[in-house]
T-cell receptor
Framework: NAGVTQTPKFQVLKTGQSMTLQCAQD?????MSWYRQDPGMGLRLIHY???????DQGEVPNGYNVSRSTTEDFPLRLLSAAPSQTSVYFC??????????????FGPGTRLTVL | GQQVMQIPQYQHVQEGEDFTTYCNSS?????IQWYKQRPGGHPVFLIQ?????EVKKQKRLTFQFGEAKKNSSLHITATQTTDVGTYFC?????????????FGKGTKLSVIP
């Protein structure tokens, strides 16, 4: 299994451009999430999905869209990039097991710079 | 309400010294998870604590969950250079799974050889 994969690894955008960050998992996990990580801020939840066709907002959703047409894929779209969206973006997936143990598996991240 | 406070923000230790990071919440936690992120890497799940007063060990790492389920700690005995990285605690909201985690800001550990 490849686990959680993300593309691209690095991206530079100009203000106002749009782009899609790709995320895929091959573990048949129901749950997928997008986080952004900024220095000194920890990880903050952008959007999440509990299954194909179901998405919801996290703590910092403004400026981002998501969709979940398949179990495997959960792309994150930046509609009109702004310098404040310069960050490292992590996609994660998890599978609800019996009890509470639902480990999140993170992808390698996409490092985005908006000029 | 949902935040978790983590201290210290940074810790520099000599190799062989012990290290502890603390995670505190103002509200009762259903469970707490711990992750490690190596420099330039992604967060990797270490453990989940669920029960009041729970203590779990992984080799030199000891994890504790407070009796009131409002705080947790990670203790590393005799640190090694391989322990370098940032340690995060994370909590799910009430009634939700780990797909909605709220992370602490992390404790960055440096180990001086």
């Amino acid at each position: 299994n490849a686990g959680v994969t993300q593309t691209p690894k690095f991206q530079v955008l100009k203000t106002g451009q749009s782009m899609t960050l790709q995320c895929a998992q091959d573990m048949n996990h129901e749950y997928m999430s997008w986080y952004r990580q900024d220095p000194g801020m920890g990880l903050r939840l952008i959007h999440y999905s509990v299954g194909a066709g179901i998405t919801d907002q996290g703590e910092v959703p403004n400026g981002y869209n998501v969709s979940r047409s398949t179990t495997e894929d959960f792309p994150l779209r930046l509609l009109s990039a702004a310098p404040s969206q310069t960050s490292v973006y992590f996609c994660a997936s998890s599978h609800r097991t019996s009890g509470y143990t639902d480990t999140q598996y993170f992808g390698p991240g996409t490092r985005l710079t908006v000029l | 309400g949902q935040q978790v406070m983590q201290i210290p923000q940074y810790q520099h230790v000599q190799e062989g010294e012990d290290f502890t990071t603390y995670c505190n919440s103002s509200t009762t936690l259903s469970n707490i998870q711990w992750y490690k992120q190596r420099p330039g890497g992604h967060p990797v799940f270490l453990i989940q604590l669920v029960k009041s007063g729970e203590v779990k060990k992984q080799k030199r790492l000891t994890f504790q969950f407070g009796e009131a389920k409002k705080n947790s700690s990670l203790h590393i005995t005799a640190t090694q250079t391989t322990d370098v990285g940032t340690y995060f605690c994370a909590r799910p909201p009430r009634g939700a799974g780990s797909y909605q985690l709220t992370f602490g800001k992390g404790t960055k550990l440096s180990v001086i050889p």
